[in-house]
């Protein structure tokens, strides 16, 4: 056997930097911006909006419709049927019930196809229905 060592003080493992309290702030950071962070919403197409003097901004204009110049309705990046407007509209009208709805039109739009969506969003329940232009 050997002599001197069984007097060694055994060293504790925990000599490293404690990051739990770091990662415990981090956390907290990450779910306080998600929580305040205000999505960009997107019909789901690009379309050419008509030019207009008089556009004013919309701050909260949570239901965004557009219309190609083909006649397609999109909503949320899908594309929808004429019929289906009216319904999809009033499930996110229920989600945001201050929110308004933004019809981006195309200047090659039929304007049939602008109506049909406008009225269904005023049947839907919605008041508050815009036209997107350009400004000039």
């Known amino acids: 056997m050997r002599r001197g060592f069984s007097n060694l003080a055994v060293e504790n493992d925990e000599d490293g930097i404690d990051i739990t309290p770091m990662l415990d702030v981090v956390f907290i950071m990450l779910i306080f911006f998600i929580v305040t962070a205000s999505f960009v919403k997107e ?3 690009e379309v050419n909006r008509p030019d207009a ?4 901004a919309k701050p909260r204009a949570s239901i965004l419709i557009a219309i190609n110049d083909l006649g397609e309705i999109w909503i949320n990046k899908r594309k929808i049927d004429e019929g289906q407007v009216r319904a999809n ?3 996110l009208h229920a989600e945001n019930p201050q929110g308004t709805v933004v019809v981006q039109a195309d200047e090659e739009a039929r304007t049939k196809t602008l109506v049909a969506v406008m009225d269904a969003a005023r049947e839907a329940g919605v008041t508050d229905v815009s036209l997107a232009t350009e400004k000039k």
């Open 43 to 45: 019909s789901g197409i």
């Open 53 to 56: 003097s008089t556009s004013t």
């Open 89 to 91: 509209i009033e499930r």
